[in-house]
């Protein structure tokens, strides 16, 4: 979760200019067919990573692609190498999740980036959240996300054992991040108030299986007919299933939508049913307060990278007093019991 | 005539941000608003004063350090109703600086902790 400072952002070619044929010469090593790019635009940058669509003919046949590298200084997320793997074998599952075409190496000079299918789709919660013509989708999204969460999180761990991924039980994700906190040095009364509360409740026992890390309303694609792709592998880690669920009911991805506690579009209770029962209301609650505090870490962490001088920024630091926000949903969810 | 007020300043800057918004695209204009935003926390900050707030209902636990001192090395109980209430007090000043609009927040105001 801390973005670590170690690493230097190596200069790598642009995909929209001097990489464009970098970019074409990866996706036909890939693919073994013909490649043409059209064109390749930017679609957004976030601050641990760049998006751009890249139009492709392949063997003459229009493609629209998805490319997305690494981007900033310090970086602590999984190499693309492996979120890729990940999502291959998740799409085996049965995940809804876009195709991998290729997978960049050092040598191509384009960072370190995966090509993938583009899913049609929204990709704006704000904005699916809130169109009538999402309607329906929305109806049946609680279900969709249950079953594509039961799907991943019933695989075993053998699944995944040749892959290096990070593990432990609740029990050490909290003392992870107690530390970072207390590295930071600030005192926020109701932030140390949930780390006392989950401290006795969180589990002690190992990862049972891997989980996604960062199942939020504003890492799905959504269509009329509601999920149609599962994006931003990039926290994926070894945990218990309770932790996707739990993130899933932040305050934070409702965008106003309170009264639907299941990422601004459901409820709890269908959340678990369509689940399949194995988690229950109090194991989904401590992790709904672990996912609260858990956001309430990232305003902290974006208002230190202003404070330091690290990344000046009025976004940044604003983001800073959404420390207050989680505050309250923390003082809320401890003291009567749901939010 | 007086001089500006500090809150005054503010607003004006506000004023200016709000215009040089429609001028703006993208980022940029995105940048403004969250300044303009940012600015009216500020006013509300200086009218307000939350931290004396917050300090004054974490007095009884040795004050604000204190209490999360006391949380950290569990000399203080989570669910004990007094922190809970001192807690919310300073939580609820905080919000109302820093986001008054916040759906969490107007709960929060609405229901005491018995």
Redesign the interface.
């Known amino acids: 979760m801390p973005l670590s400072n170690q690493q230097k952002a190596v200069p790598v070619l642009d995909p929209i200019t001097d990489g464009k044929a970098a970019l074409q010469a990866l996706i036909q090593r890939s693919s073994g067919k013909a490649v043409q790019l059209q064109s390749v635009a930017a679609l957004s940058g976030g601050a641990s990573s760049a998006t751009y669509r890249v139009d492709a003919q392949i063997d003459g046949k229009p493609t629209p692609l998805i490319f997305q590298r690494t981007a900033g200084e310090g970086h602590d997320g999984l190499p693309r190498s492996i979120q890729a793997e990940v999502l291959q074998r998740a799409g085996q599952l049965g995940v809804p999740v876009p195709s991998v075409i290729a997978t960049t190496s050092p040598a191509d000079d384009l960072g370190d980036g995966v090509i993938s299918t583009m899913v049609a789709g929204e990709a704006l919660a704000p904005r699916w959240l809130r169109l009538p013509e999402y309607a329906a989708a929305r109806e049946k999204l609680t279900a969709q996300c249950a079953e594509a969460l039961a799907k991943l999180h019933a695989a075993p761990l053998s699944n995944w054992g040749d892959l290096p991924l990070k593990s432990g039980s609740g029990a050490e994700l909290l003392e992870g991040m107690f530390t970072y906190y207390r590295d930071l040095g600030v005192?926020?009364?109701?932030y140390?108030?949930?780390?006392?509360?989950l401290k006795p409740r969180m589990p002690t026992s190992p990862a049972t299986c891997l989980v996604h890390g960062d199942f939020r309303s504003g890492n799905f694609l959504v269509d009329e007919s509601g999920l149609s792709a599962v994006l931003d592998w990039e926290l994926t880690h070894l945990s218990v299933p309770a932790e996707d669920l739990g993130w899933l009911c932040a305050?934070a991805w409702r965008f106003?939508h309170?009264q639907k506690p299941v990422g601004g579009f459901g409820t709890r209770e269908e959340l678990l049913q369509a689940y399949g029962g194995s988690v229950s209301p109090q194991e989904l609650h401590i992790w709904e307060v672990y996912g609260n505090l858990k956001w309430g870490m990232s305003c902290l962490q974006l208002a230190q990278d202003h404070v330091s001088g690290r990344v000046p920024s009025?976004?940044r630091?604003?983001i800073g007093?959404?420390?207050?926000?989680v505050?309250?949903?923390l003082?809320?969810l401890?003291?009567?019991g749901e939010? | 005539m007086s001089h500006p007020t500090a809150a005054q300043l503010i607003e004006a800057v506000q004023l200016f941000l709000k215009e040089a918004e429609g001028e703006l695209t993208g980022r940029l204009a995105?940048?403004a608003k969250?300044?303009g935003?940012?600015l009216a926390?500020v006013n509300r900050e200086l009218a307000q004063n939350p931290e004396t707030t917050?300090a004054e209902a974490?007095a009884p636990f040795g004050g604000?350090?204190a209490?999360?001192e006391d949380?950290?090395n569990?000399r203080?109980?989570?669910?004990d109703k007094a922190?809970?209430r001192a807690?919310?007090k300073?939580?609820?000043a905080?919000?109302a600086?820093?986001?008054p609009r916040?759906?969490?927040?107007t709960?929060?105001t609405e229901?005491e902790?018995a």
Do not use: K, M
Not at chain 1, 187 to 190: C, F, N, R, Y
Not at chain 1, 321 to 325: A, G, L, P, Y
């Open positions: 005192d926020v009364p109701a140390d108030l949930a780390f006392a509360w305050q106003g309170w009025v976004e630091a604003a007093r959404r420390v207050s926000e505050a309250a949903d003082t809320y401890i003291a009567f939010l | 995105f940048h969250v300044a935003n940012t926390i917050e974490l604000v350090a209490a999360c949380l950290r569990g203080l109980d989570p669910s922190l809970l807690i919310r300073g939580v609820l905080r919000c600086v820093d986001n916040y759906a969490s927040f709960r929060l229901r902790i």
